[in-house]
């Protein structure tokens, strides 16, 4: 078994100031994501650096070209200042898939041994085709089993992801994957010593992802098919409009509060789209909220009853007005959207006015990522 950690040793170098964390570097489906943090004198983590960019052309072209990514990269690194070379990043999407893996857990032999054979099972004899990372997820001594979550990857994919970002002449410090990133950007954000259990529903443009931490472990991990997407094609659908006119629809009236404008020449107030917006779109949401009733059920069962306290939305669809008030009426649980996952960390930056009025709630991995090594939560 491989590690994907232990593919980065011979890609990484020394030589970075212990104050500043490394870049965060995502490759989205739609854009590319860095950010870098560091910490004052008094110990308090703030924001050095961030920057997005969405592609110019189909995403599975440019991550297999070389040359074309680390033109992008090296733009990226002009837009704010910057630190270093040394990245925290993952496998581009679709390189990785995550397992749920149930092990037996017997004295005498080691968690990573037992996990090692319960995947092998489920994979056949193909171990050494991939590269394999797991994130222990519970361990019962009761009934002697396990639960962990396997990261996996073909070892062509991830060697060939750390030949483009050493062409980009990136210094790789760790591959990591995004829901322990999600984790350790939740965690970070939490009330010191707290150990609520937190569903967190991370949005993307095509799926979502929930992630269940107890404290700072995480318990479940689930990718669903919901995403911004589906709900601008609805909008668009019952509107008779474009996509793209669907989303400056949204972006006018969504991303902001509509609630103080005034009327057009049509007579309808911002209020009133606001309102006729969240009736298109709350059938898809009563169908997310399924998927979070189905969710909550299998963690009880796999938990002895844990349920979480609350709800965080984080991701594209968590800049959306009144999306958390809409989950909350489906659910009956307390749901907190964090559109600006930077809001724990306020910017020391001469240049930090560049950020003001810019949510961009795309870049909680990213974050998560530079995070890594600033935050001790592993």
């Known amino acids: 078994m491989n590690v994907f ?6 890609f990484s170098k020394n030589g970075l100031n212990p104050m500043i964390g ?19 004198a008094d110990g308090r983590i ?9 592609y110019t052309f189909p995403f599975d072209e440019l991550i297999k070209s070389p040359g074309e990514t680390k033109k992008l990269v090296a733009r990226m690194l002009k837009k704010d200042h910057f630190y270093g070379r040394k990245v925290v990043s993952s496998l581009p999407p679709g390189y990785v898939r995550l397992l749920p893996i149930t092990y037996q857990k017997r004295k005498d032999k080691e968690d990573q041994e037992e996990f090692v054979t319960a995947l092998a099972s489920r994979l056949g004899d193909k171990l050494d085709e991939y590269v394999i990372d797991f994130l222990p997820v519970r361990r019962s001594e009761e009934n ?26 990136l210094d790789v410090s760790a591959l990591d994957i995004n829901p322990v990133a999600i984790k350790r950007l939740v965690c970070a954000m939490s009330t010191p010593g707290s150990m609520e259990n937190v569903l967190v529903i ?7 992802y929930f992630a269940m931490l107890s404290g700072r472990r995480m318990i479940f991990d689930h990718e669903v098919d919901f995403g911004e997407n589906r709900l601008l094609e609805k909008i668009a659908s019952e509107l008779e409009i474009s ?12 991303f902001k509060s509509a609630l103080l404008q005034d009327g ?15 009736e298109i779109i709350k059938p898809l949401f009563i169908e997310l909220a399924e998927e979070i009733t189905r969710a909550l059920i299998y963690i009880a069962s796999e938990t002895r009853g844990e349920s979480p306290d609350k709800i965080f939305l984080v991701g594209s669809i968590a800049r959306w007005n009144g999306v958390d008030s809409i989950i909350n009426s489906l659910v009956e649980i307390n749901v907190r959207s964090i559109p600006d996952p930077l809001q724990s960390f306020p ?19 990213a974050t998560g990522f530079a995070l890594r090594g600033l935050y001790s939560d592993e």
């Open 144 to 169: 002697e089993s396990g639960l962990a979550i396997a990261a996996i990857a073909k070892q062509n994919d991830v060697t060939d992801y750390l030949d483009n970002l050493r062409h980009c002449k």
């Open 5 to 10: 950690n232990s593919l980065t040793n011979r």
């Open 46 to 54: 703030r924001l050095k650096a961030r920057a997005s960019e969405n």
């Open 264 to 278: 057009d020449e049509t007579g309808f107030s911002g209020e009133d789209i606001f309102h006729t917006i969240v």
């Open 243 to 254: 996509v793209v006119e669907a989303s400056d629809l949204v972006r006018e009236y969504c």
């Open 22 to 40: 490394p870049i965060g570097l995502e490759f989205a489906r739609e854009a590319i994501h860095m950010v870098q943090l560091h910490k004052d």
């Open 347 to 365: 910017s020391s930056s001469r240049n930090s006015l560049i950020y003001d009025n810019e949510v961009l709630p795309e870049i909680a991995v």
């Open 202 to 208: 991370n949005f993307g443009s095509v799926k979502s």
